[in-house]
């Protein structure tokens, strides 16, 4: 049976009162023929999260429903890996105290600090440099995330690709983790287009992925961070502020109307970069600004134009949709949003370095 997580938002809500919820879905889920694994609960954030195997969303809400009437605000299906990778169990943890009436007690929050690196496609650098040589330094660098991960206590949440998504629960860790990394790196940090970036969230907000949202907003501030500095959400900057008041250069945060602007732009772009009709005016009704604005904005936070950001979004997206699938050129250009292959290869040929036909060989 799938696997589900769910989030109740309940301000003031105490682990003594979600372990008597819980003890209440117990009671019911055979009943749904559902299986209650654990649940999370953040007492400052009023958040708690069920882990819950069921046939269906409707059955984890009709089991919540009869148990206490507590809904769940959002659902999404998670795979336990993952959930395990990032939360570090998936079933009650061994040492929950169990209180006098047989509740089991814990406070765990799911609440995260989550590092995501980012380097060059491993095909365009063994492609630019060579393959012996790129692979020693991707080599060097996955060393480089995977010592220092363990040194400050983080867990490696994902890996996919060139990148890597590392869960800490402490905010002075993961800064001084992405520090160790940079120093360990090196001189080698240009070659490989080293960016980092932190970002804090919770397992279920907008996004139907876990960790989603904060994951999503991490990789779009690499967009903005240098090679030479780590990007930190104004969020995590918060939380670190209290064990390393002074941070230094080597840290980059936005205020948070830019924050909220960036996303503002990458949610633009993410809704409509397949769409071949949508150009500049479109992206100003979808931002609600001027050309001018937007060109301003767009330039102060990215360093680059709108038409070239939205041009580099979609020809990511197009190399994303070789990698996976194997598309034909006519193909990826379509479904990346281009008018024409012949305008598609020589953008791609220009941003690369290389003919979209010579990557697809290289993915072989």
């Known amino acids: 049976m799938p696997i589900y997580m769910d989030i109740h938002m309940m301000p003031g809500v105490k682990a003594k009162d979600v372990a008597e919820a819980h003890r209440k879905d117990l009671l019911q889920q055979d009943t749904h023929s559902c299986n209650c694994m654990t649940y999370w609960i953040d007492e400052e954030r009023g958040n708690i999260f069920c882990l819950i195997e069921a046939p269906n969303k409707e059955a984890v809400e009709d089991m919540h429903s009869k148990a206490h009437g507590l809904i769940p605000n959002k659902i999404i299906e998670v795979n336990t890996a993952i959930v395990e990778s990032f939360l570090g169990r998936i079933y009650d943890p061994e040492n929950a105290t169990t209180t006098a009436e047989g509740l089991k007690v814990f406070h765990d929050p799911s609440f995260r600090i989550l590092l995501v690196t980012q380097i060059t496609d491993p095909y365009l650098l063994r492609y630019r440099i060579g393959a012996e040589e790129a692979n020693n330094l991707i080599s060097s660098y996955t060393s480089a995330i995977r010592k220092n991960l363990v040194k400050h206590g983080g867990r490696e949440a994902e890996h996919e690709g060139s990148g890597f998504i590392i869960a800490f629960t402490s905010a002075a860790k993961a800064c001084a983790c992405a520090l160790d990394i940079k120093n360990d790196i090196g001189t080698n940090i240009k070659t490989l287009g080293l960016k980092m970036a932190i970002n804090s969230g919770e397992p279920v907000e907008k996004s139907n992925n876990l960790f989603g949202d904060a994951i999503q907003f991490a990789s779009q501030l690499c967009i903005v961070a240098g090679n030479q500095q780590v990007a930190i959400s104004s969020s995590v900057k918060t939380l670190v502020s209290k064990d390393l008041p002074a941070l230094g250069k080597e840290f980059l945060s ?18 409509n970069w397949q769409d071949a009709e949508f150009d500049i005016a479109c992206y100003c009704k979808a931002t609600a600004m001027s050309s001018s604005q937007l060109y301003r904005k767009t330039i102060a936070l990215t360093g680059l134009s709108p038409n070239i950001l939205l041009r580099d979004f979609r020809l990511e997206k197009a190399k994303d949709l070789m990698e996976k699938q194997s598309f034909n050129i006519a193909q990826v ?27 697809l060989n290289l993915l072989k």
Request: glycine share 6%; with cysteine.
């Open 254 to 271: 936005l205020l948070p109307q830019d924050e909220n602007l960036l996303k503002l732009l990458f949610s633009g772009l993410e809704e």
């Open 333 to 359: 250009t379509f479904d990346s949003g281009f008018t024409s292959a012949s305008y598609f290869t020589k953008c791609f040929k220009k941003k690369y370095g290389l003919l979209p036909l010579t990557y």
